[in-house]
C-alpha cells in the first residue's frame, strides 16, 4: 500500500444472522440442492452424484484428481461418490496406464445413456427457481467471482 492512499475500511458487519453473507450462500445451496431432489430421484443421484456425472458427459474420463479440482472436493469426500455410481453401473474406475497411484474415472454404457434422461432436469429447475436467464447470468458471475478469490486464498 502506497503512502497516499488511505486503509481499506471494512463494513460495518454485526452478528445478527441478516449480516451474515456465509449464511445466505448456505441457505440458497440447501434450497437449490433441494429443488434437484425430485428430478433426479428418478434417476438414482443425489446432487453431489450427479455433478459428478455432469463434469464426466461434459469432460470425458477424468482422474479422481481433476475432479475432485473441477467440484472443489477433496478425495475423501470424493471417494463414497464414486464407490456408489461405480455401484450402481453408472461409471467404472481403472488405474492410470500412465500413473498407477492415479485412477480414472469413466461413463459406463448406462452412466452415457443416463444423459439423455438427465437433460430435463436444469430446465425443470430453472423453471422452479424462476430466475430469468440475464439474472441467472448475473448471478453466477458474483458467485463465480466469489469462488475464485476464496479459491486463491487457499
Not at 27 to 46: V, Y
Not at 81 to 106: N, P
Not at 128 to 139: A, C
Request: glycine share 6%; charged share 20%.
Amino acid at each position: 500500500m502506497t503512502q497516499n492512499q488511505p486503509e481499506p475500511t471494512l463494513p460495518e458487519v454485526t452478528l445478527d444472522l441478516e449480516d451474515q453473507l456465509c449464511f445466505d450462500l448456505y441457505a440458497a445451496a440447501r434450497l437449490i440442492t433441494g429443488a434437484h431432489r425430485p428430478f433426479l430421484l428418478p434417476l438414482k443421484l443425489t446432487y453431489p452424484q450427479y455433478v459428478v456425472m455432469l463434469v464426466l458427459w461434459e469432460r470425458g474420463p477424468q482422474t479422481v484428481t481433476e475432479l475432485g479440482a473441477r467440484l472443489h472436493l477433496d478425495s475423501g469426500t470424493l471417494s463414497p461418490l464414486l464407490k456408489r455410481l461405480q455401484s450402481i453401473g453408472y461409471i467404472v474406475r481403472s488405474k492410470s496406464t500412465r500413473d498407477e497411484r492415479a485412477t480414472i474415472i469413466t461413463l459406463s454404457a448406462a452412466g452415457d445413456k443416463l444423459r439423455e434422461q438427465a437433460a430435463g432436469v436444469p430446465p425443470a429447475v430453472a423453471c422452479q427457481v424462476g430466475l430469468g436467464l440475464e439474472e441467472k447470468h448475473r448471478l453466477q458471475a458474483q458467485l463465480r467471482a466469489l469462488i475464485a478469490r476464496l479459491g486463491s486464498e487457499s
